[in-house]
Structure formats: structure tokens, C-alpha cells
């Protein structure tokens, strides 16, 4: 059953009512530039088939009834009660839900039902599709008249206060303004974006999931951001002018930055570097350049691994076994770190072969099942119902 039947059907069964609205907000993958949104720098993400779905209907009380089809959940409170608790999805509707009623008075009680074909842990920014779902529901169901950018930045803005997440805003703006066939280039200090039809002459997209998920992921993410931080600062002293890693240079670092500390270096070092790598991606891409897109993303990976160090020993296996295999353009570690996937450009008709060779190696050196996950890609949040 397609999962908008399954939110009428669900729907029917826990409110006794059809929903007023159904939205589909995709998942996202990003190619190149990691850790650097919330750096200022560059993107180059795209949204994907892969997504999160949401039927809603308004009340005639304030109360608010959710329920999540993947946890079979329900979680009932009201608009004067949006408090967080341990079960994470509520938080991140709730979260959504609380922003806007600040910046408007339109919001009364509403019917929920979530249900998502985003793998969990995956890196392809479930969360942020979940946002995006929820403040464009809410915003066709009270007439907010919410901008995609408003729905991109009250999304950013619940990942921080609901969920303590300093993210920065590509996934949301990925899941917001996608486009089919197309990756986003964007600056995230700007916000100036542009399109890049995306045409892998001879070529796939594959993600491989590693099913593992690291607990340290949010704690360390919120330490490179330090870390990042830090390193301005101390440009900043001699250089009022910077504002963010995306003023400063290589030169900077090693005159002001190197002396003090190491790991400040090094992570700055690595986001500076890595705007550099997205730039000539960009650029290889438009003139269907596969083979230096590939080694920009090996490259792009063992970065993340050894300088910003926020790989581990399960990725940096796939990453390495793919690199011998004549078929595997590139392929790097993508999503915040960890855990999650990675993303490998391989020829076409190729993928089930290399699927095939990988998924034995991992299990007998894991003990874990590698989970392929085929992506295309696809539009942004938009109302289906």
C-alpha cells in the first residue's frame, strides 16, 4: 500500500475522519561539503525519492492528537502544553508546532499521522524532513502563508531548540527546494542557490547504510562546531572583518590558528579545504566530469576521517573496499558522521555486483547486514492531498 493510502487508512481507523491535507517532505542526500553549512561555506545536496509523509485535519479544540504509523504511537497533548519528552518524534512536530504559534496566533488543535520511508540513522536528514513536513501542514491547515525559506528556517530552528542540535541549514533547504534531477548548489551564508542538473553520463547514485550508528554523534558534531568557532575568534582578532571560516584562508590558520591549537587547526583547516573540493565539483559536474568528481569525493572522505574525524571503522571500510573496485567512481561518508551511509558513484548496471562482492565482507568483519538504498532524485516538500 502507497504510504499516502496507508495515512487515509490510519487516519480513518485513530480519528474516525479523512485528512484535510497530506504533504510529502523528501529526505535528502548531499554530495559534496559536509560540515560546512553551519561554517558559511558551500552545499552541493539534493532531495530525494525517499521521504516523510503527513495527514493532517484541524480540530475544533486545542487539543493535539499525533500518531506515528512506523512506531505505532499515539501521543495526545494540547497548544498550551508543547513541552518535550523522551519520545523523539513528537519533539520534532511539537518543536515546529511551538515556533510558529509564537509567530502566530492562527494555531489551534490538530489530528497527526507521520509515516516515513527514510531509513532512520541513515544520514538522509529523516529529522529534517519531518519538519518540513510539519511546518508546511501546519501552514496550509492555519494559512500561515509560510515561504519556503520561512518552512526551511523554522525547521533549522526546531533542531535547535527542541532536539539541541546546532545544525546548520542545508537539509532543511535541500528538503524544501528540491528539484527533479537536480542538486542545489548553495551558499549557506547568502543563500544564494543554483541548480546543477545533475547527468551521471554512464553512471548511478548508490548509498550504502552501514546500520550502524554511533552514540557520540551529536555531542562530537557540537564540539567540531566549537572547534570551528574557536578558530574564527582567534582570526577574528587580527582580521575584524571574519565572520566565519568562509572569510578565512589557509595562510590564517597556519599563521594564527596553528600555534595555539592543534584541533582548532585542524578542523578549520578541513571546512576551508572542503568549500574547495565542493567548488571544483561543481565545476566537474557541469562539464560531466566523472572521474574528478570521484576523486574529489575519496578525497572529501578521508578529510572527514582523519582531519575532522568524524568517521569510524565501518565507513572507512566501505570507502576503502570500494576504491579497488574499477566500477566505484568515488564514494565518501555523507551526513553528519558516525554511522549513516556513504554515497558511491558507480557504472551503470554495476551497483548489484558491487552490492553483491561488499555486503559479504562486512558482515564477516561487522557482523552486520549492509543495507543498499537506490535514491533518485526528486522534488521538494509539496501537498499531495
Known amino acids: 500500500m502507497s504510504l499516502d493510502n496507508q495515512i487515509k487508512d490510519t487516519f480513518q481507523r485513530v480519528f474516525n475522519s479523512e485528512p484535510q491535507i497530506i504533504v510529502k517532505s523528501p529526505g535528502r542526500i548531499n554530495v559534496i561539503g559536509e560540515h560546512t553549512d553551519y561554517n558559511n561555506g558551500f552545499v552541493l545536496p539534493a532531495a530525494i525519492d525517499k521521504g516523510v509523509y503527513i495527514g493532517i485535519s484541524a480540530r475544533e479544540d486545542d487539543k493535539i492528537e499525533l500518531f506515528s504509523i512506523d512506531y505505532n504511537e499515539k501521543y495526545d497533548t494540547d497548544t498550551t502544553s508543547l513541552t518535550f519528552g523522551p519520545e523523539l518524534w513528537t519533539n520534532y512536530i511539537l518543536g515546529v508546532t511551538r515556533i510558529l504559534s509564537k509567530k502566530s496566533d492562527k494555531i489551534s488543535g490538530y489530528n497527526l499521522v507521520v509515516v516515513g520511508n527514510v531509513p532512520l540513522g541513515s544520514g538522509l536528514s529523516s529529522s529534517a524532513a519531518l519538519t518540513c513536513a510539519t511546518s508546511f501542514a501546519l501552514s496550509k491547515l492555519f494559512d500561515l502563508n509560510l515561504s519556503k525559506?520561512?518552512?526551511?528556517?523554522?525547521?533549522?530552528?526546531?533542531?535547535?531548540?527542541?532536539?539541541?542540535?546546532?545544525?546548520?541549514?542545508?537539509?532543511?533547504?535541500?528538503?524544501?527546494?528540491?528539484?527533479?534531477?537536480?542538486?542545489?548548489?548553495l551558499d549557506c551564508r547568502s543563500l544564494d542557490y543554483e541548480y546543477i542538473p545533475i547527468e551521471l553520463d554512464g553512471y548511478e547514485i548508490l548509498l550504502l547504510n552501514t546500520n550502524v550508528?554511533?552514540?557520540?554523534?551529536?555531542?562530537?558534531?557540537?564540539?567540531?562546531?566549537?572547534?570551528?568557532?574557536?578558530?574564527?575568534?582567534?582570526?577574528?582578532?587580527?582580521?575584524?572583518?571574519?565572520?566565519?571560516?568562509?572569510?578565512?584562508?589557509?595562510?590564517?590558520?597556519?599563521?594564527?590558528?596553528?600555534?595555539?591549537?592543534?584541533?582548532?587547526?585542524?578542523?578549520?583547516?578541513?571546512?576551508?579545504?572542503?568549500?574547495?573540493?565542493?567548488?571544483k565539483a561543481a565545476e566537474a559536474l557541469k562539464s560531466n566530469d566523472i572521474k574528478t568528481l570521484g576523486q574529489l569525493l575519496y578525497a572529501a572522505h578521508w578529510a572527514l576521517s582523519k582531519e575532522y574525524e568524524v568517521s569510524c571503522e565501518e565507513l572507512d571500510f566501505l570507502v576503502s573496499t570500494v576504491s579497488t573496485y574499477p566500477e566505484v567512481a568515488g564514494a565518501r561518508m555523507m551526513g553528519g558522521g558516525f554511522g549513516g551511509c556513504t554515497i558511491n558513484i558507480i557504472e551503470k548496471g554495476k551497483s548489484q555486483n558491487v552490492i553483491d562482492k561488499l555486503s559479504n565482507l562486512y558482515f564477516n568483519k561487522f557482523n552486520l547486514n549492509l543495507i543498499p538504498i537506490k535514491v533518485s532524485i526528486s522534488n521538494g516538500t509539496h501537498e499531495i492531498l
Do not use: W
Not at 162 to 175: H, L, N
Open 149 to 185: 525559506l520561512d518552512i526551511a528556517k523554522v525547521g533549522q530552528q526546531t533542531e535547535h531548540e527542541a532536539v539541541g542540535v546546532r545544525c546548520g541549514i542545508m537539509d532543511q533547504f535541500a528538503s524544501v527546494f528540491g528539484q527533479d534531477n537536480s542538486l542545489i548548489k
Open 213 to 279: 550508528k554511533h552514540s557520540l554523534a551529536s555531542s562530537a558534531y557540537n564540539k567540531r562546531r566549537e572547534a570551528c568557532e574557536s578558530a574564527v575568534a582567534l582570526v577574528k582578532e587580527k582580521y575584524a572583518e571574519v565572520e566565519s571560516l568562509r572569510d578565512v584562508t589557509l595562510a590564517q590558520l597556519d599563521e594564527l590558528v596553528k600555534p595555539v591549537s592543534v584541533e582548532y587547526y585542524q578542523k578549520a583547516r578541513f571546512v576551508v579545504e572542503e568549500n574547495e573540493r565542493l567548488l
